[in-house]
């Protein structure tokens, strides 16, 4: 089985912070033009330490994110590659669930925009 720990699969982005039992803390930052291999994400929370725009992918399936700095957004669980495609770094913090707590069925890609959190 292949790791797909994006702190593993992508080193020069994903740092981990601290984690325990239940959650544990990336901090996530790029360049505009850098991209992601492909790796994985458990139920999460991201906030937004800077606004970016990124395009996710998956199988044949690809989004744009586009988020302001000060954003709170929850992330389903999910498998994706992405790229920086603005003009902007990226700089985020996840907050990765170590139990589940959405459906399946629930998956979407990127964040999901009826969760977006004005945090300010």
């Known amino acids: 089985m292949v790791n797909e720990d994006p702190a593993v699969t992508n080193p020069d ?4 912070l601290w984690e325990n039992d239940l959650v544990r803390v990336l901090e996530y ?3 505009p033009g850098d991209a992601t ?6 139920d999460s929370v991201m906030v937004t330490l800077s606004g ?3 395009r996710l992918f998956v199988s044949d399936n690809e989004t744009i ?3 302001p700095a000060g954003k709170a957004v929850w992330l ?3 498998r994706h590659a992405g790229e920086n495609i603005g003009t902007t770094p990226t700089h985020t913090i996840l907050i990765e669930l170590k139990h589940s707590v959405a459906s399946p069925d629930d998956q979407i890609l ?7 959190i004005n945090s300010t």
């Open 13 to 16: 982005h994903y740092t981990v």
């Open 29 to 31: 930052s790029d360049q």
């Open 37 to 42: 291999s492909f790796h994985a994400h458990p």
């Open 52 to 54: 970016f725009q990124r």
């Open 65 to 67: 994110v586009d988020l």
């Open 76 to 78: 389903s669980a999910q």
């Open 110 to 116: 990127g964040p999901v925009s009826s969760h977006i």
